[in-house]
């Protein structure tokens, strides 16, 4: 009878650790596509462009030192030559309330162009992510450039790629 029971035991706990609810993941929804333009260029981001920039460089604000760049956050070509910069991660997220339901990550952003051959920075901008923390999601819903709203989004909203567009 004993070995019995530690059967049912056994097999319980298997079939109770095992299952799966597909509704317990959390759906984690963070990818940017960042895109720069202005009144004059539609594609501020292309290089070969003239008045366009030619670099950039992204430093975790929120880092463990002064100095924290963010290295994955490379530039990317649509199908229609339109570049864009994809930000998945890489800076600190600080919590914006004890109850962690809110999260932001700060960097700033410095822009170069060639200037008389040199680079040169042109601009240094703050890009700050503000993330939705729920059982259900992890998502990104609002971000900042230059303490401007550029993108924001509804809770529950389905994940995709969120597309931020910044005017220069």
């Given at each position: 009878?004993?070995?019995?029971?530690?059967?049912?035991?056994?097999?319980?706990?298997?079939?109770?650790?095992?299952?799966?609810?597909?509704?317990?993941?959390?759906?984690?929804?963070?990818?940017?596509?960042?895109?720069?333009?202005?009144?004059?260029?539609?594609?501020?981001?292309?290089?070969?462009?003239?008045g366009s920039?030619?670099?950039?460089?992204?430093?975790?604000?929120?880092?463990?030192?002064?100095?924290?760049?963010?290295?994955?956050?490379?530039?990317?070509?649509?199908?229609?030559?339109?570049?864009?910069?994809?930000?998945?991660?890489?800076?600190?997220?600080?919590k914006f309330?004890?109850?962690?339901?809110?999260?932001?990550?700060?960097?700033?952003?410095?822009?170069?162009?060639?200037?008389?051959?040199?680079?040169?920075?042109?601009?240094?901008?703050?890009?700050?992510?503000?993330?939705?923390?729920?059982?259900?999601?992890?998502?990104?819903?609002?971000?900042?450039?230059?303490?401007?709203?550029?993108?924001?989004?509804?809770?529950?909203?389905?994940?995709?790629?969120?597309?931020?567009?910044?005017?220069?």
């Open positions: 009878m004993k070995k019995i029971f530690l059967y049912i035991l056994l097999v319980s706990c298997v079939v109770i650790s095992c299952g799966s609810d597909d509704d317990s993941l959390q759906r984690i929804d963070q990818i940017l596509n960042i895109y720069m333009k202005s009144d004059t260029s539609p594609d501020l981001l292309n290089a070969k462009k003239s920039f030619t670099s950039y460089t992204v430093n975790d604000m929120l880092g463990d030192k002064d100095n924290s760049p963010v290295t994955t956050i490379p530039l990317r070509m649509r199908q229609d030559s339109v570049f864009y910069i994809e930000y998945i991660a890489g800076a600190k997220r600080k309330d004890s109850a962690g339901t809110t999260y932001y990550s700060r960097m700033r952003v410095t822009l170069n162009q060639i200037i008389n051959n040199t680079s040169q920075a042109v601009a240094t901008d703050i890009l700050e992510i503000h993330y939705r923390n729920t059982p259900e999601a992890f998502q990104v819903s609002e971000v900042l450039y230059n303490t401007k709203s550029v993108f924001s989004k509804d809770a529950g909203t389905p994940n995709s790629i969120n597309n931020v567009t910044i005017v220069k």
